[in-house]
């Protein structure tokens, strides 16, 4: 299956930020996020984490690399979350 990439690039100078690969879940989907433009991929050396979504597409987690923490193997392989994005109509 063929997954939309995408890519940051600065205006001014148009030099590559990181780029994004998406990826389908049974329910949701999420972002594989690379500083490297060829090759997203969690085992690449420029992986930096996900952006993971739930069903409706109105809540938004970003995670380091790392381990999930239900399924770790030692404590300093856990990744962290550094953001979540809520959506809410008023």
Same mark, same amino acid.
Do not use: H, W
């Given at each position: $299956?063929? *997954?939309?990439? *995408?890519? #940051?690039?600065?205006?001014?100078?148009?030099?590559?930020? #990181?780029?994004? %690969? +998406?990826?389908?879940?049974?329910?949701?989907? =999420? =972002? $594989?996020?690379?500083?490297?433009?060829?090759?997203?991929? +969690?085992?690449?050396?420029? *992986?930096?984490? %996900?952006?993971?979504?739930?069903?409706? !597409?109105? &809540? =938004?987690? #970003?995670? !380091?690399? !790392?381990?999930?923490? @239900?399924?770790?193997? /030692? &404590? @300093?392989?856990? +990744?962290?979350? =550094? /953001? /979540?994005?809520?959506?809410?109509? *008023?």
């Amino acid at each position: $299956m063929i *997954y939309p990439r *995408y890519s #940051l690039i600065t205006t001014n100078t148009s030099q590559f930020v #990181l780029s994004a %690969k +998406r990826l389908n879940l049974i329910g949701s989907c =999420y =972002y $594989m996020i690379s500083l490297n433009e060829d090759e997203i991929v +969690r085992q690449s050396k420029g *992986y930096i984490g %996900k952006l993971r979504s739930n069903n409706q !597409g109105t &809540e =938004y987690n #970003l995670f !380091g690399p !790392g381990e999930n923490p @239900d399924k770790r193997v /030692a &404590e @300093d392989l856990t +990744r962290n979350q =550094y /953001a /979540a994005i809520c959506y809410v109509n *008023y």
